[in-house]
């Protein structure tokens, strides 16, 4: 019997409302844990982890890096003939606290066919989905005498949210063995976005931006705030900001965002905007300057176009009456993948044109490669969404927001984002934003694409 045989075998044995059900449960348990970073707490989940996959014969290690933080790494034995897959998601998710929540943010209400909470789909929805599918492939092909290709490893991390010092970085530093043998991974980072109610396209993240922290510093004499100077560092940085806010970095159209763009153009409904989308990915004729500018009048598309620049944070003087010497702004400036640094930081420099304001730069970001949208990971996502959302366009995604995947991908791990869950524009602004939620169809849809796609990669053909 062949691979994809035995898939469609497995899969019609499978419950699917059985399989929503239990994930839904997962997640309302899931979410029910406060393990907000800073401080994270994150071992409390990785125990409710390992009890659940335990109780069903799967071996799961709990790795602690720091007193309360977490990291729970489960694995199911395939037969090694090729590398395993991972699934990636983490456990710790942003506060809550000052926001206009009509839930509670950790109550996992389940109202109006909608799982609300923090972490609902950043990323406790993933981690159900991830604990769902390895009790499926336990039960549906394992326990049932059906062989497996590759292990299949899941990985729930710690310290996503501020940068993985306790998470992905300590871990593949400390056991790189649990995890770096992985040939392919699937983590968030991409998106299945819904416009006007139905799914519209499916972006699997190969690459993402790197981000630097970059600080602006404008020097200037200082005194009695009684007698104004014409040299005021605080007015010398204003002046500067503004000429900052005011500049656009050129396009630097990666290979990713060419085929995003080139994959996106057929189903567009703008006839003007879908030219352009192909003049981008350079299947059309057209003015490429005049095209990224229709582009980027759409921010998340401006986004992936050139380098971002944002200003976060501003710091002067001590005093009410005392003119500072020195006044600082903070930067965040997302590169994309392959791009100079530098040469975006001699732009801003010509921009501000004043000696006595530098930028230098805090915390340079190291960069990672783009993923191979060819690779098994990707062509098993694609087959499975042909499957269950026919004629929807799959294509490569580069995000703008940092994930695990780019340690991952530095590790030599081929590593692709989805998140699985069919999101409105609505629903997906509650990221980090009160009232945090995923409807129960989208949860069982997440859990049947992952789970098709896992069944994909992993069956081995019976003789």
Known sequence: MTAHAIVRQVAAAIDWDEARDTTVEFLR?????PSVNPPGNELPVARYVQQVLESAGIPVQVLEPAPDRGIAVARLAGSGNEPPVMLVSHMDVVPAENQPW?????????????????GAFDDKGMLAVHMACMLMMKRYVVDAGIHLRRDVILLANADEETGGEYGMGWLLKQHPDLVADAGCALNEGGRLRVINGKLAYAAIQTAEKVQHVVRVSATGSSGHASVPVPDNAITRLARAMAAIGAHREPPYLTGTVRQFFGGLAGTWE?????????VVEGS???????ATELLGTTPAFDAVLRAGISPTRLAAG?????????AHATINLRTLPGQSLNEVLDRLRAVVQDEFVKITVDSPGEDSPESDAAGPMFLALREALAELAPGVPVMPYLST?????????????????????PLPPEDEARMHAADERVSVESVGFGTRLTMRALLGLCLEPLP
């Open 284 to 290: 059309a004729p057209g003015n490429l300057h005049r």
């Open 270 to 278: 703008n006839a003007d905007e879908a030219h352009a989308m192909r």
């Open 102 to 118: 009509t839930t509670q943010p950790f109550g996992g209400e389940l109202r109006d066919g909608y799982v609300y909470g923090r």
């Open 318 to 326: 001590t005093a009410n009456n005392v003119i500072p010497p020195e």
């Open 29 to 33: 348990e899931l979410i029910r844990f």
């Open 401 to 421: 927001g940092a994930t695990d995947s780019a340690r991952l991908r530095r590790a030599g791990v081929q590593c692709f984002g989805l998140l699985p869950f």
